[in-house]
């Protein structure tokens, strides 16, 4: 059924015009053929509409349907290149051969006729030479001569012979409607210059003398101003219609040798000379022969044998057979091949599409085309193998997720600060889980420890560690209050005390020498972390920190003074016992403490590293703002000279403000 909209318009137009040419018979039926005339036009306009748009959809369809096909569209090219040719080159050779036949057979006629004409010429001038030796009169060398049937010989003297001729003209010629093979010589008598004239009638006794070797004769007529009478035959007229037309025709067409043998109808020109002016007339010579015929006469006169010809031709005909077939056999083969190749490759594509990745093609030969199926097979075998390794990293992926949402209820989930103090932090992991550690760790209401750390690597490994390091400082952290809330129990309301005790400074230096023993001891020997640990206390205002080769953390004052925290000693993790050293700064009202990873000041862009002095001029340009503005200004800060390239390191900054 037709579904596009041009088949639906075809299809409307087609029912018109049946419409259209029933309703053009009922009125043919009725006696109203005015009517029904009236409705021709548009008939035969719809016809042809319907016609083409019939014609368009059929290309359309064979194109979509037929030509959809590998195989079909191979035929089609096959016989284009192939079939077409051959059809070409046999037609073209049959044509040709009709044609070189056909100039045979006429060549065969004028040739014979040229040779009559010689014989006149070598007959007339023998008699030229008799009457003039032995004083022969015409009638006695006519009555001798029995070469020639209906010949006649004419002594006229030179002065009544048109000026055109000379001594040994020979040919055709045509005097008062009737056509002549004559032969003029020229000839010494008591009377003067004379010529001997010899003149047989062209007739339907000399056609068929001639035809009786080529087959049928037929003289026609070119001359539109010709006032040629009837050809006699004998002294009696031809035939009605072909006298009358100046045509004349004899002898009859050879019986065929075999089926084969077919008639060749063709014609050529003959030249007629006008006896009375010497002008050329051009008459038409018709041969109907066949090729048998005009085969023994060409053989014939080459002194050709016909069997050595016919073997030869035969031998090229089956040559060119065999090569054809070949070229035939070759195509099919390897129209197979491809066939055979692009079906299996589509029906592995329908696998394909099923998600059925364990079909595998049969390969049965070795070319180009099989190594195109071993291709489709490897193809198949790492996209199996790919779907594997995806799913296994999507698993991987989904553990990840999990583990970033772990690692990311490590971090501080709000600011703890104290009354003179405020805190913030931020981390930005490079990757899904990250390395970098910071965390606020809180002591009282008027007590907070400050950490930041960087973990040696990237990934699972430092994510790892890196809890490791959060949970031993938690460890640290709930010790001290567990000592501090056994002391306050022996009060009169241990709950009261236990909020409200005050809990003895810890040490970040033991702390640090701590960790360290831990992680030298639990950790592989290339692991490590540098970590930066600062306890402040509200009463004091100071804040007492040790380093472990973290990157110094900057005390920006309100000033514009800038101080950094060096003081302590080597990463922890390292070797097996460290010495770390500790330091107390105090804090005045509006400094900004800065403890940051080397994700901050380490990217570079075509002019460098982001550096410390780009970080502090951040910050101390927007000071005043809240702390988390002030980071997000750093990460905007280090995202814009990074620019469109990849984060390349755990970006973590923390700040904290005196108030």
């Not at 003209?169 to 008062?176: A, D, Q, S, Y």
Request: charged content about 20%; glycine content about 8%; proline content about 4%.
């Amino acid at each position: 059924m037709p579904r596009t909209r041009l088949a639906l318009a075809t299809l409307y137009l087609a029912g018109i015009e049946a419409l259209l040419l029933l309703l053009q018979w009922v009125l043919k039926a009725m006696h109203a053929a005015g009517a029904a005339d009236s409705l021709s036009g548009w008939t035969t306009f719809l016809g042809w509409t319907v016609s083409m748009l019939l014609l368009w959809l059929g290309l359309r369809w064979l194109r979509d349907h037929v030509m959809w096909s590998v195989r079909n569209r191979l035929i089609v090219t096959y016989l284009f290149i192939g079939g077409v040719p051959v059809t070409l080159a046999v037609s073209i050779a049959l044509l040709s051969g009709y044609l070189v036949l056909g100039d045979l057979a006429v060549f065969s006629a004028v040739s014979e006729i040229k040779v009559e004409a010689n014989r006149l010429s070598a007959a007339n001038a023998a008699a030229e030479e008799e009457i003039n030796r032995h004083s022969s009169t015409p009638e006695k060398i006519t009555a001798r001569d029995t070469s020639f049937p209906g010949r006649s010989i004419a002594i006229v003297p030179a002065s009544s012979v048109p000026g055109w001729v000379k001594d040994g003209f020979t040919g055709l010629v045509n005097e008062k409607g009737h056509i002549y093979l004559r032969a003029v010589n020229s000839h010494q008598d008591a009377r003067g210059d004379a010529m001997v004239i010899s003149s047989i009638q062209l007739d339907r006794k000399f056609l068929a003398r001639i035809a009786s070797k080529v087959g049928s004769l037929t003289l026609y007529s070119l001359d539109p101003n010709g006032d040629e009478k009837a050809l006699e035959t004998n002294g009696s007229k031809a035939q009605g219609t072909a006298a009358a037309s100046g045509r004349i025709s004899a002898g009859s067409v050879p019986a065929p040798i075999n089926a084969l043998d077919r008639e060749v109808d063709f014609g050529g020109p003959i030249q007629v000379t006008e006896w009375e002016n010497g002008l050329l007339r051009t008459r038409i010579l018709g041969v109907t022969t066949r090729f048998s015929a005009v085969y023994s006469y060409i053989t014939a006169s080459m002194g050709i044998g016909s069997t050595v010809i016919v073997i030869a031709l035969i031998g090229l005909a089956i040559a060119f057979a065999i090569v054809v077939l070949i070229a035939l056999l070759i195509g099919i083969g390897l129209t197979r091949k491809i066939t055979y190749s692009v079906a299996n490759l589509y029906r592995a594509t329908q696998f394909i599409n099923r998600g059925d990745f364990s079909h595998r093609i049969d390969v049965r030969a070795k070319d180009q085309l099989a190594a195109l199926q071993v291709s489709f097979n490897s193809m198949t075998d790492n996209l199996e193998k790919l779907i594997a390794e995806q799913k296994e990293k999507e698993r991987l992926q989904s553990e990840l997720e999990i583990a970033h949402e772990v690692q990311a209820q490590l971090f501080p989930r709000a600011n703890v600060g104290t009354s003179t103090l405020q805190l913030h932090g931020i981390c930005r992991p490079a990757r899904i889980v990250s390395g970098d550690y910071y965390d606020f760790l809180s002591y009282g209401p008027q007590q907070v420890m400050v950490a930041v750390g960087d973990i040696s690597g990237k990934g699972i490994s430092a994510a790892l560690l890196m809890a490791t390091i959060h949970s031993a400082v938690r460890a640290y952290e709930q010790e001290q209050l567990v000592s501090v809330g056994m002391a306050a129990a022996y009060g009169t309301n241990s709950r009261i005390a236990a909020f409200e005790a005050r809990v003895a400074p810890p040490s970040p230096a033991q702390m640090l020498w701590l960790l360290n023993r831990h992680l030298f001891q639990s950790t592989q020997p290339e692991k490590y972390a540098t970590l930066f640990l600062g306890f402040y206390d509200d009463d004091k205002h100071r804040l007492t920190y040790a380093n472990a080769g973290h990157l110094p953390p900057i005390v920006l004052g309100a000033d514009g003074t800038v101080r950094r925290l060096e003081t302590g000693g080597t990463v922890v993790g390292l070797f097996p016992d460290c010495d770390y050293a500790e330091e107390t700064v105090e804090l005045y009202p509006g400094d900004i403490f800065i403890a940051f990873s080397d994700g901050i000041t380490e990217p570079e862009n075509e002019f460098g590293e982001f550096g410390e002095d780009r970080l502090i001029e951040t910050v101390a340009a927007h000071r005043q703002q809240p702390l988390e503005r002030i980071t997000e200004h750093v990460i905007s800060a280090v995202q814009d000279w990074i620019g469109s390239t990849e984060q390349p390191d755990d970006i973590t900054v923390v700040l904290a403000r005196r108030i």
